[in-house]
Nanobody
């Protein structure tokens, strides 16, 4: 079993930056894909980005490409989502997830989810 805990959300202004953390306990992220998804009120949960823990490969949704960065800290068993140039449309609850999905961009195949952290971007 893996327990995931997100942190770092908050209220910021448009153009600001924020860094979310996803810490794992119970086992390491080794051999997992770690994904970030978000869900705005009244909308479906959507893919934000992912990282292959073993090789560090990252991939992002077009809506955040060039603004968001995912990194990892092996010693802390933690994945970070650095969000730059935030926009009001980035407002959502952000979730981290881990697993071995066939496709990291879809919800299917991710086994573990965090509780989510709220990010609110004011204009």
């Amino acid at each position: 079993q893996v327990q995931l805990a997100e942190s770092g959300g908050g209220l910021v202004q448009a153009g600001d930056s924020l860094r979310l953390s996803c810490a794992a306990s119970g086992r390491t992220f080794s051999n997992y894909i770690v994904g970030w998804f978000r869900q705005a009120p009244g909308k479906e949960r959507e893919f934000v980005g992912e990282i292959n823990w073993n090789i560090g490969y990252t991939y992002f949704a077009d809506s955040v490409k060039g603004r968001f960065i995912i990194s990892r800290d092996n010693a802390k068993n933690t994945v970070y989502l650095r969000m730059n140039s935030l926009k009001p449309e980035d407002t959502a609850v952000y979730y981290c997830t881990a697993g071995r999905p066939q496709s990291g961009t879809t919800l299917d195949g991710y086994a573990y989810w965090g509780q989510g952290t709220q990010v609110t971007v004011s204009s």
